[in-house]
């Protein structure tokens, strides 16, 4: 359910212009290397934002931030817009990222010990969020299924928390694949954790960055069931590249879930950034304009990349994905080891090493597909230069 109002054109900024960066992606390698790995986007910031924050510091109010309403109130509004989904403001609690989002949330729903469910390949920190939070890491396997590619395994899932796994921590959508959940399989997911007592924490971080004519289903809308027992943590960080601001939501649909957030120390809230409550309640509220050019931007840097990899590294596989901008690259075909990643750095590229994602990555490698055109044709020709010459 896409608001309508007028696109603004995104672009990349030039390389010259990105390298004054201080972030770590452009700060980790030696200037000489393309970053094309950390989730951080080379779009400048959408102009409402940005004079947002400046006002803000003209006004020297960088001092602690207070209620989580404001950022409440505009999260509801996005959500109700864009995928018909209906948040109570008071419901919304913040802190300043989602992995500490995740760890908290955890940490009180979960006895130290207990199996918490995550499903490989994915996103790396999950499988030290779940330990520092006091669990054990249970691994369920993204499975290969009917045309589309892997998906949730709901049999391993019902395997698990029959077992005793008393949480699971979702992927909504799936990093690194940019998979979308459709309704029918997360509304499977919530019967399961209602049959056997398990609760669900759904990282929706990447929700926003839904592709067009693709539909986001946020976990906690599919039932009365996923309301009780789940617990939604997303933030405005990677839709609108504000990862370094530190503000992270908390949402939650249901009396039980409630009172187990209730229970939260006061200073995991305390801890968020001032600037992070303005920035993303001005991103929630006024910034979907920018956030659908950035789509479009990403949907051509996707384009684009499927036609430099057939033509100068046929041999490795890629499915666009269906949200984000984080490309899934199998290098198996290419035979490039079991962490192309390493070779593609020798190349000049920097890319995330599939296996950081699971075991289920060896041969794969993450690319950030929010470049310019002339950074992602240039990495693609750099990769494609490692290989022998043709006879």
Not at 94 to 103: E, G, P
Request: a negative charge.
């Amino acid at each position: 359910m896409l608001q309508a109002g007028v696109m603004t054109k995104v672009t990349a900024e030039p390389l010259a212009v990105l390298r004054t960066r201080t972030s770590a992606k452009w700060t980790v390698y030696e200037p000489h290397i393309l970053p094309l790995w950390v989730a951080e986007m080379d779009y400048p910031l959408a102009p409402v934002i940005a004079q947002g924050i400046v006002e803000r510091v003209l006004a020297n109010d960088t001092g602690y931030a207070s209620s989580p309403l404001p950022v409440g109130e505009a999260f509801s509004g996005f959500a109700s817009r864009r995928w018909g989904w209906a948040v109570e403001p008071t419901a919304v609690r913040m802190t300043t990222d989602v992995s500490v989002a995740i760890v908290e949330t955890l940490r009180v729903l979960i006895a130290p010990g207990d199996a918490v469910v995550i499903t490989p390949p994915v996103y790396p920190p999950f499988f030290d969020l779940v330990p520092e939070a006091g669990g054990t890491v249970v691994e369920v396997p993204l499975v290969a299924s009917r045309p589309g590619g892997p998906r949730l395994d709901l049999d391993g899932l019902e395997r698990a928390f029959a077992a005793g796994a008393k949480a699971f921590l979702l992927c909504n959508p799936h990093n690194p694949l940019g998979l979308v959940h459709t309704a029918d399989e997360l509304r499977a997911v919530a019967d399961l954790a209602e049959k056997y007592g398990v609760v669900v924490v759904s990282d929706e971080i990447h929700g926003p960055l839904v592709h067009p004519g693709v539909a986001f289903t946020p976990y906690l809308s599919v039932s009365e069931s996923a309301r009780d027992h789940g617990v939604a943590v997303t933030s405005a960080s990677k839709a609108w590249n504000l990862a370094g601001v530190k503000c992270a939501l908390m949402v939650t649909a249901g009396d039980r879930m409630n009172r187990h957030l209730e229970t939260l120390p006061e200073e995991v809230q305390f801890r968020t950034s001032i600037l992070g409550v303005h920035s993303s309640a001005i991103a929630f509220e006024h910034g979907e304009d920018w956030l659908d050019g950035a789509l479009a931007a990403i949907g051509e840097s996707s384009g684009l990349l499927q036609s430099l990899l057939a033509q100068h590294l046929p041999l490795v596989g890629y499915t666009p994905p269906s949200a984000s901008y984080l490309a899934w690259l199998d290098f198996r075909g290419a035979d490039w080891g079991d962490d192309p990643s390493v070779r593609a750095l020798a190349a000049g590229v920097a890319l995330n090493p599939g296996p950081s994602f699971g075991v289920q990555g060896t041969g794969f490698a993450r690319l950030n597909l929010a470049c310019g055109p002339e950074v992602l044709t240039e990495a693609v020709e750099r990769l494609a230069r490692t290989l022998p010459p043709s006879n």
